[in-house]
């Protein structure tokens, strides 16, 4: 049974924008961090954005900072992306997952979705 479901992504045109949704079906407490990686073939997958669930804080790689927005619907269980901008290089595998703590590492995530595929033309 999913326990994280991404949807949303697709092919855009560079500059164009995308909303991922990520519905959660597992409990997500206060003290947990919902993040955003995203994974290119042959590259390693690397950290998007994350939020803390309880306070809403977000954070953002460098790489995106400024055309993406990470929020949450508490009441929905939902994490979103909303990318704007997009560009060639934004182009990957986008998975949601939980973690207990802030970080940029997938290895402090513990339960992922299955991704959802984000293709950028030129």
């Known amino acids: 049974q999913a326990q994280l479901v991404e949807s949303g992504g697709g092919l855009v045109q560079a500059g164009g924008s995308l909303r991922l949704s990520c519905a959660a079906s597992?409990?997500?407490?206060?003290?947990?961090?919902m993040g955003w990686f995203r994974q290119a073939p042959g590259k390693e997958r690397e950290f998007v954005a994350a939020i803390r669930w309880g306070s809403g804080a977000t954070y953002y790689a460098d790489s995106v900072k400024g055309r993406v927005t990470i929020s949450r619907d508490r009441t929905e269980n939902t994490v979103y992306l909303q990318m704007e901008s997009l560009k060639p290089e934004d182009a990957a595998l986008y998975s949601c997952?939980?973690?207990?703590?802030?970080?940029?590492?997938?290895?402090?995530?513990?339960?992922w979705g299955q991704g959802t595929q984000v293709t950028v033309s030129t």
């Open positions: 997952a939980r973690g207990n703590s802030y970080s940029t590492s997938p290895t402090s995530y513990s339960y």
């Open positions: 597992i409990r997500i407490f206060s003290s947990h961090v």
